[in-house]
């Protein structure tokens, strides 16, 4: 039968195909030495944008897969537990990307108006990591949630092929 | 250091755990009920005319995805693709040349004049002597009843076009001709899609057909269906047409890629096309 | 490119939580790739995303590279009088992208 026939063509045995797709594989553009976050960077970054204040785990959910297919387009959704009243809500909340070459991804400001502090978006990460969010609350306070993610194919540095 | 996981869309090997366990008849009877299911399922999607994404052993692009990718290409509002369908719904209505004439003023509303035809394309154009895809069709309409300029390959305008032709076929069988005057140009495809190229001097049917399923490093090879296209392609970050595929597939494996809307490349489409026969048309879907 | 995508609901009663979803085209570029030739392209982004509510401002995004090209984002707001919703991005070229939506709040 024709089908039979174009799905035996030839075969290429196991091997040969990896060790092509290796060599192929060498051809990755590599980032210069630091060009990444680091901990240090995430750290400077949190000052700059919460001040001196500790940031308090909990209260602060994030929805992230547990491996992203693609590193281009990671769906997040953020939640901070908050009644959202004037008297108590979230102000802002800021996304941390440790792994990225900059660490801060977003800011987004609430305030009283905005019923439930609750963002979906979706971001692009560069290689395995733990995103952090950060709520801060209109009573001063900062809460914080992580979220680790496995990214196989990364995003902002791999250029391998052409387009 | 941690095992890498197991996806649940790769085709992996059997685990031989499972090869020593002992099926139940309560399993067995399950089974039945759920395969029954299954076809009743089935039968019903096909009464419906639409398609499923997987006929005999053709498995749309969309089966190798991950859930988060199958629900945003599902999604009505926020799959990315749909930005292309609303400025081609926008260039439909738009007149464009010297005659005044727009896509509309021949072809009215293309929920109903365009239902079908991304179906059947590519296909043989006595015209031309040869076969004709969607793009060129649309830039052949433009230049001989609009006396409008062509747009270029993959331009915005074009892709937003196309895109939007394509949507309106969302749901039906790809079902192209392969015989007749279609049939050399069918097999110059075929040939193509069988030649070794590039220095990795590898075919397409390598890693679609004989790898398909498998890993490659970090991905998961498909059989490299086109039911989807125009596709939003998370490695562009933006929407692209059959022949960019084929470039970057081409580029892929160290091969100079031909130009866009190449003879060779619509030939390869038509032969794509027919692999993927019975596949619902996606457009726009979303890849990797 | 085509025109920012929103989807507000069209009524809401008052007081009533609305889900707002926003989507555009836009590349997005990080500035950290580099094209065929090796050379860095340069970063271009949309850096704010403003949504005010009968010119009140309710929502504002400050975005950096790592946010994903044709941004997705999805937000709430109280539905608190009848009125528009006027959503605006602004990119690294100073381009304003805007849409609006009118909402009937019973």
């Not at chain 1, 693609?70 to 769906?75: D, E, R, Y």
């Not at chain 2, 299954?38 to 859930?67: F, Q």
């Amino acid at each position: 039968m024709k089908c039979t026939l174009i799905w035996q063509t030839a075969r290429l045995s196991r091997r040969t195909l990896l060790q092509r797709l290796g060599a192929a594989g060498m051809l990755v553009v590599l980032r210069p030495a630091g060009a990444w976050a680091t901990k240090e960077t995430v750290q400077q970054a949190i000052r700059q944008l919460i001040g001196a204040r500790e940031p308090q785990p909990g209260g602060v959910t994030l929805r992230l897969p547990k491996i992203a297919e693609t590193g281009n387009s990671v769906p997040l959704t953020i939640t901070a537990d908050s009644p959202m009243t004037p008297e108590d809500h979230v102000l802002r909340i800021h996304v941390f990307v440790e792994g990225n070459p900059e660490p801060v991804a977003a800011t987004y400001h609430l305030g009283r108006r905005a019923g439930k502090a609750e963002i979906s978006t979706r971001l692009r990460l560069a290689r395995s990591q733990t995103v952090l969010a950060l709520a801060e609350m209109s009573d001063g306070s900062v809460r914080s949630g992580t979220a680790s993610i496995v990214v196989t194919l990364g995003a902002c540095v791999e250029e391998v092929w052409g387009n | 250091m941690q095992p890498r996981p197991r996806l649940p869309w790769c085709e992996s090997r059997p685990d031989r755990r499972w090869a020593s366990a002992r099926v139940s008849a309560r399993v067995l009877v399950s089974l039945v009920v759920i395969l029954g299911a299954a076809c009743t399922g089935a039968g019903l999607l096909l009464a419906g005319e639409l398609s499923p994404y997987t006929v005999e052993d053709r498995r749309s692009g969309y089966t190798y995805l991950s859930e988060d990718n199958q629900r945003l290409q599902d999604d009505d509002f926020a799959n990315p693709g749909l930005l292309w369908v609303e400025q081609g719904r926008a260039l439909w209505h738009q007149a464009d040349s010297t005659t005044g004439m727009s896509c509309a003023s021949c072809h009215g509303d293309a929920t109903a004049s365009m239902r079908g035809v991304r179906t059947r394309y590519p296909h043989f154009d006595s015209q031309r002597g040869k076969l004709i895809n969607l793009e060129q069709q649309i830039n052949r309409c433009r230049e001989q009843r609009m006396q409008a300029l062509p747009y270029p390959y993959e331009s915005e305008t074009l892709l937003a076009l196309t895109t939007f032709v394509g949507w309106q076929s969302r749901g039906l069988p790809m079902h192209v001709s392969i015989d007749g005057p279609a049939q050399p140009f069918f097999e110059a495809g075929r040939a193509f899609y069988m030649q070794r190229r590039g220095q990795l001097d590898l075919a397409c049917t390598h890693c679609h057909d004989q790898y398909a399923g498998q890993r490659l490093r970090g991905d998961v090879i498909s059989q490299g269906q086109s039911n989807g296209f125009p596709i939003y392609r998370h490695t562009w970050q933006t929407l692209g047409s059959t022949h960019r595929m084929f470039a970057w597939c081409n580029t892929s494996v160290r091969a100079a890629p031909s130009p866009l809307g190449a003879d060779e490349y619509v030939n390869l489409e038509l032969f794509v096309a027919w692999r993927g026969r019975g596949l619902p048309v996606e457009t726009p879907a979303v890849r990797r | 490119m085509a025109e920012p995508r929103v989807r507000v609901p069209s009524t809401a009663k008052q007081g009533e939580i609305i889900e707002i979803k926003t989507l555009l085209s836009h590349p997005m570029e990080t500035g950290h790739s580099r094209d065929v030739y090796g050379k860095l392209i340069p970063r271009y982004i949309i850096h704010t995303f403003t949504c005010t509510y009968n010119g009140e401002e309710v929502f504002r995004a400050d975005w950096h590279p790592a946010i994903a090209a044709n941004p997705y984002l999805a937000f709430y707001t109280v539905a608190t009088e009848s009125g528009r919703l006027r959503f605006e991005w602004i990119d690294d070229k100073d381009t304003v992208y805007a849409t609006e939506a009118e909402i009937t709040v019973v």
